[in-house]
């Protein structure tokens, strides 16, 4: 397992353990949580796997951030949110559900982001871009910048559920490569990491433009591709079996 997938594993575990003594009513409404060093410390493991379960458990509505004050267990702990799991995105036909409701939500995300964006949000969202170009060789690394990227553009919307759903997603907004690259030769690679960054780039360029229309279209090209993409290949695997 590659360290993306061992971190995003091991903050699969720390959600459900966390979730758990939530559910039992170990950790009552009211409840403040320990701070990120003390978890991380008791459970060993980093402050990344404890804030991704964090941020998990605020996007299904068991936690709440209090600013000065910690994360606290809500009131409403006991209603069970929508949840997408890391085993259920293994397989191609889950990650193109995944994409086909990703579809819709980039789309108007970019188109908000680019009405909304701030000089700050800018920044951030071409230091991922740039990110990703300087380490398009070691694909972890590279996939921690596309996270960053559409995190930063969830930012510029100035809306706080478009944040909690890109937090919530993770490391799942960017599609497994393996499952697209597999068997492919290093051209291949290249082209697609050329391909992804055009992509990016038209997103970026109508964002700083503030052009709300450009925006929606580059961000549903950019989803358009991948899903098709992965759908080539889910047809192209489902003929390699008949004919197997």
Partial sequence: MTSLGHESSLADELFA????????????????LPTQKVIADSEKVSRTVVREAVARLTAHGLTVSRQGSGVFVTDSAQYRAFQITPEELNELADVIKLLEIRLGIE??????????????????????????????????????????????????????????????????????RNLYLRDQPQSAQVAYSAKVHAEHQAIVDAIVRMDTARAREAARHHMQESLTRHSMLSATARVRDRSG
């Fill in 107 to 176: 789309t108007e995300m970019a188109g908000l982001a680019a009405a909304r964006r701030t000089t700050a949000d800018i920044g951030a969202i071409q230091d991922a871009l740039q990110t990703m170009v300087e380490q398009e060789n070691d694909p972890v690394a590279a996939a921690k910048a596309d996270r960053a990227f559409h995190l930063a553009i969830a930012r510029a919307t100035q809306n706080d559920y478009y944040v909690r759903f890109a937090e919530f997603l993770g490391l799942r907004l960017v599609p497994p």
């Fill in 17 to 32: 353990k966390i979730e758990a003594r939530i559910r039992s009513g170990e950790l009552m409404p009211g409840t403040r």
